[in-house]
């Protein structure tokens, strides 16, 4: 008989671990309890040796998703004569306890066959859950994570339920939100003036013929509402851009199953695995020829973001369509999601046909996740649901800090005991809802916690709802305010998220950030070590003729980098019809006299410009689309990349614009022009990197989205022995500040 206490680390509270290992030690005739505390959880064992050494290997090896073991140690114990049985005990003892807040997650096999199961207790029932899935973070009001303590209060347990939350060998043993039809969560069909007109099954069934009748539905998801349209119908889909005013931003699809998806789309063994995925994350995958989507849903794109359904509502509706369907946030362009319903029914009440809602409230919205996977791995897009907020040992020690970011798809991060927990995504605070939102956010991870920021962060930028909201806390708890510039936390972020320290350098490239000297910054070579920031290289600023006017209007960037490349005159006539009457007079007199025109040496802004001349994007569209523009037009073509002109690591593009317009002149195509575009980016980063003379470097800033421009950029410095870092866990995009800013914060010790 031998005794042995396991200490485990990682995901395993809140997941079914205890209940996993309750079946594990009963299976193997051991003894012995397991409960949480602050560091993961402790199991004592005894029994048999060759039983606890299988036991020992299964909790290494083979412990199911969702959750994460990191670490094992174990040690011999005494040995208890005549114990029996093995217990769960409660948790909670000590103060010291370490929060844990487990992130929302998709239905389970188990319980996905269960709702498929003709007379199982939960046959067709929307809200099926156990402890291994279900909704988490999106239905938590305070912790402990019990009960009484999520949206689920509402709901007591019926006779049945009961019994199996008591049961350790079920595995809805302590399943917080645990639910069937007699005591659970009901469907309800509404129409947009709120009246209700189905129930249940009913509701269901009305959701699903509005569906196949072209209609657009508003569903009351897991994290937010969501508007639903068929995927196959060219009509559908501008109906619900003309709603949404959302003109060509491609849409994510929900497909009924995985044969489906692979009927769309191409899917690799490692995009199949996520997909499964607890995290059931939007992948960002390649478009197959022909298939039953309408090229409305992502016009002009190679790419599709495609997903599986990740609840059991999901499931049901799908499979009763029974074909792909398009499933985006629920809101107007530029809004925060929609996630309580009478806020619903107000703001998208003249967007859909019905609204298919229920009665278990959603306490804080949880988008989406978006990944993509390469050759080396997958790169979060967006980071949401499945992943928020989980805590990411980053071994950053130091005070406890709040970081509250930038601007657009903005994050928030704490900082706590070396653990970077971010929140999920929150989108744009250029409007009340996002300021708003940000706020409550806030509230939210400080209470979960029980965080007391000893430092705050903002950007630079004074006139972010992130910066004004940092100072304003700032001054009511009487903690101290650093403000980090903008692609110095891009640059730390990404070394963060590696473990590096510095010094590092940073390619740091997006669309704009406000720059140390006042000027627009988004193309910089950074040399970053710990807090220390040193700008290397840049590219030479050129200025936009009305400012933030320029992101939404790519002709404008061209109309600003031609006249710092030959002053005034003319438009290339390749650029001209994008340029109505007046227009073109107008901004050159802009330029000419200096009005709100600030310089910018961003290499998001040179993307739009680029695309402006090459004829594929010039006027309206969303941010990115032109770069997506010229990355899809390159495809992977290989062409002699345009020259540079170099002065102290200043990289003037005039050589490349004369490039630029000379292929035009002589009738070169787009995906020339794009090919060579990228191809004397690579370049770039290359000066750059030998100018630092640091092995490591790191990649990020939204233009490191781009897949071609990522893969080009990594392949040439590798080439050249240097060691190449890029986001994995966190995005490259101003999703991943919140991080760089925390990171910059701590390393200040
Ligand atoms: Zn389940
Ligand atoms: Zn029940």
């Not at 509270?13 to 602050?38: C, I, K, M």
């Not at 069934?205 to 995927?231: E, M, N």
């Not at 929900?254 to 607890?278: H, I, K, N, T, Y």
Request: aromatic share 6%; proline share 7%; glycine share 10%.
């Amino acid at each position: 008989m031998i005794r042995i206490r396991f200490q485990v680390r990682g995901v395993v509270q809140g997941v079914g671990f205890r209940p996993t290992v309750y079946r594990l030690a009963v299976e193997r005739d051991l003894s012995g309890s397991a409960w949480n505390h602050a560091e993961g959880v402790t199991i004592e064992a005894q029994g048999a040796a060759e039983l606890l050494a299988d036991f020992e290997r299964v909790l290494r090896q083979e412990i199911p998703l969702p959750a994460r073991v990191q670490s094992v140690a174990s040690e011999a114990m005494a040995a208890i004569p005549g114990e029996s049985g093995f217990q769960i005990l409660e948790s909670g003892r000590g103060s010291d306890l370490r929060p844990v807040v487990p992130p929302d997650l998709a239905v389970c096999a188990a319980c996905t066959a269960e709702v498929a199961t003709p007379g199982e207790r939960r046959y067709r029932y929307p809200f099926t859950n156990c402890t291994y899935c279900g909704p988490r973070y999106s239905i938590i009001a305070r912790l402990p994570y019990d009960r009484p303590h999520t949206a689920m209060q509402a709901f007591p347990m019926c006779p049945g339920c009961a019994r199996e939350y008591g049961d350790p060998r079920d595995r809805r043993f302590h399943a917080q939100p645990i639910a069937c039809p007699v005591c659970g969560p009901r469907l309800l069909l509404r129409q947009p003036d709120g009246v209700s007109t189905a129930e249940g099954e009913a509701a269901l069934q009305g959701a699903i013929t509005a569906l196949k009748a072209g209609q657009v539905v508003a569903l009351k998801g897991l994290g937010g509402y969501q508007f639903l349209v068929d995927a196959t119908s060219a009509e559908a889909v501008q109906r619900l851009r003309d709603r949404k005013h959302r003109e060509a931003k491609p849409f994510a699809v929900m497909f009924p199953d995985l044969a489906s998806l692979q009927a769309a789309c191409d899917v690799g063994e490692a995009e199949r695995v996520w997909l499964a995925s607890p995290e059931a994350p939007i992948l960002l995958l390649r478009r197959r020829g022909g298939g039953a989507v309408t090229e409305g849903v992502a016009p002009g794109n190679p790419n599709l973001g495609a997903f599986l359904p990740y609840t059991p509502l999901h499931r049901l509706l799908l499979a009763g369509v029974d074909r792909p369907l398009v499933c985006t946030s629920g809101n107007l362009s530029d809004e925060p999601m929609a996630f309580e319903d009478a806020e619903a029914l107000a703001r998208l009440g003249g967007l859909a046909e019905v609204f298919l809602t229920h009665d278990r409230p959603i306490l804080r919205p949880v988008d989406d996740s978006v990944v993509r996977i390469d050759g080396d791995g997958p790169t979060l897009l967006r980071r949401a649901r499945g992943f928020a907020p989980l805590a990411v040992p980053l071994g950053l020690d130091g005070p406890c800090v709040l970081a509250l970011g930038a601007h657009q798809k903005n994050t928030i991060a704490l900082l706590k005991g070396g653990e970077l927990i971010m929140s999920q995504h929150l989108g744009d605070l250029t409007n009340v809802e996002g300021a708003d939102l940000l706020a409550r956010t806030v509230d939210d991870l400080l209470a979960f916690f029980g965080a007391r920021p000893e430092r705050l962060v903002c950007d630079l930028h004074p006139d972010y709802a992130s910066t004004r909201l940092a100072e304003q806390l700032a001054s009511e708890w009487g903690t101290s305010l650093v403000r980090v510039q903008h692609h110095h936390a891009h640059g730390a972020a990404c070394a963060a998220e590696q473990g590096l320290k510095g010094p590092v350098l940073a390619l740091t490239w997006d669309g704009t950030g406000l720059g140390s000297d006042g000027t627009l910054w988004g193309g910089e070579a950074l040399r970053i070590e710990g807090p220390a920031c040193e700008r290397v290289g840049h590219l030479k600023p050129f200025p936009l003729p009305g400012g933030e006017a320029a992101v939404r209007e790519p002709r404008r960037s061209a109309c600003g980098l031609l006249w710092a490349v030959r002053g005034a005159g003319a438009p290339p006539p390749g650029l001209a019809p994008a340029f109505e009457g007046p227009d073109w007079a107008l901004l050159q007199a802009m330029l000419a006299k200096n009005l709100q025109s600030p310089l910018t040496s961003s290499i998001g802004r040179l993307f739009d410009a680029v695309a402006a001349l090459a004829g594929l994007q010039a006027r309206r569209g969303y941010e990115g689309q032109a770069a997506m523009a010229l990355e899809f037009a390159a495809g992977n073509r290989a062409e002699m990349p345009y020259p540079w002109e170099w002065k102290d690591g200043i990289a003037d593009p005039a050589p490349l614009v004369e490039g630029i317009l000379s292929d035009l002149a002589a009738g070169r195509d787009a995906a020339f022009l794009a090919a060579r575009f990228h191809a004397a980016l690579a370049d770039l980063a290359l000066v750059w990197a030998r100018l630092g003379g640091l092995r490591e470097v790191v990649l990020s800033g939204g233009c490191f989205q781009n897949a071609r421009l990522t893969e080009r950029v990594s392949a040439r410095l590798a080439d050249e022995g240097f060691r190449v870092h890029r986001h994995r866990l966190f995005p490259p995009n101003d999703g991943c500040i919140s991080l760089g800013q925390a990171a910059v914060a701590a390393w200040r010790n």
